[in-house]
């Protein structure tokens, strides 16, 4: 079981992030495993991140439901593993966490000392342990690469100890390699990084600025000498989306703005891909999708991502699990998806020539 895990031998993972959209009956259907083998037909990838999510109420709440409608069971994950083996990629499970008031999880956060009659870390660590591990046992049991054991919880990276205690536990159930996924610009403020097998990062990095970002990352790389690779990036199919990666909103911002020159009264619904039925959305819409744009990131990025042998791959954001669009409908879609667009061919290309190479 498990990736090997010797930076020199570590396989390149020319990998995508899969099915962050899927809730939990959706894997018991066909339609992610249609996606599963156009993701490979279209990006050549050799590895698949399956990203998937528990809720909590908001960022004070210390009570995970990894139980209900947005998070797979052990059924469903079988049968995406079970097809990816198929398709010959490595898995890498990947459970997330999110607050269901729409708060970014970077901001989960208690006192540092108790309170009484105040939340705690003690008992959210509590149930978010019983979460991974509950992942962890599936993991085993389905011989799974790898687990990515949190995404982007800042606020939560200088409670060391209690991360380590964590790890342990999810390392008696899962004797596989684990990561840990930090948000862009935090790759060396995690303290725990030796007690984990392999270094993620969130690479939402402005387009211009990879060669500083990849320069300051080697050095925490080769402090703790563990593989290294970006499980997640990406950038959204817009003119200002390259700059600012990271930020989701920039799309839906674009369209407003072009609603707005327009005079258009801005209404989300009515750009939605269902809905569109006149010719003013379709237009607006089209005006803002930027194909150039973001196939121009992919490659700034990833032939920058060359230079540095400490790379070993990529956990691109990322694929659909239901594929909404088709070859008449991707002109509108203006998300970080990269299904029958540009920049699918620019991935293909790099993951193509490094599957040779490595």
């Known amino acids: 079981m498990g990736i090997i ?121 509590t149930s978010y342990t019983e979460y991974q591990v509950h992942f962890a046992k599936i993991a085993q049991e389905l011989n799974v690469d790898m687990v990515c054991i949190a995404c982007e919880m800042v606020q939560t990276q200088r409670r060391e100890q209690d991360w380590r205690n964590c790890i342990n536990e999810i390392r008696k159930y ?35 600025n990879w060669d500083m970002q990849l320069s300051r990352i080697e050095q925490v790389v080769q402090k703790y000498q563990k593989p290294f690779f970006f499980i997640e990036c990406g950038c959204m199919t817009c003119k200002s ?27 989300r619904n009515a750009f939605q891909i269902n809905n569109l039925s006149d010719s003013v959305h379709k237009d607006i819409l089209k005006s803002v999708v930027d194909f150039d744009s973001q196939s121009s990131f992919y490659e700034t990025v990833l032939s920058t991502c060359e230079k540095y042998s400490f790379v070993r791959g990529f956990g691109l954001w990322d694929w659909e699990g239901k ?10 879609d203006g998300g970080y998806g990269i299904h029958l667009k540009q920049s699918a061919n620019v991935v293909n290309r790099y993951y193509t020539k490094w599957r040779k190479m490595y």
């Open 323 to 332: 594929l909404q669009f088709d070859e008449n409908t991707v002109k509108y």
């Open 5 to 125: 895990l010797d930076a020199n031998k570590m396989p390149m993972l020319c990998g995508i992030s899969f099915g962050y959209d899927l809730k939990r009956d959706d894997y018991l259907t066909d339609a992610p495993l249609h996606s599963l083998e156009a993701m490979v037909s279209e990006t050549n990838a050799n590895t698949v991140i399956f990203a998937f999510h528990a809720m909590q109420d908001d960022a004070q709440s210390t009570q995970i439901d990894y139980q209900g409608e947005e998070t797979p069971t052990k059924e469903g994950l079988k049968r995406v593993v079970d097809k990816a083996r198929e398709l010959g990629l490595y898995v890498i499970l990947k459970p997330m966490l999110d607050c269901r008031n729409g708060t970014w999880r970077a901001h989960i956060n208690f006192f540092d000392h108790d309170v009484p009659c105040e939340p705690k870390w003690s008992e959210w660590f």
């Open 241 to 267: 989306s390259p700059m600012v990666p990271n930020n989701w909103m920039r799309f839906e911002n674009e369209l407003k703005q072009a609603a707005k020159e327009a005079n258009i009264e801005y209404d």
């Open 174 to 208: 899962y004797d596989g390699p684990l990561t840990w996924n930090c948000d862009k610009y935090q790759e060396e403020h995690v303290p725990f990084w030796d007690a984990l097998d392999v270094i993620s990062a969130s690479g939402y990095y402005p387009i211009d």
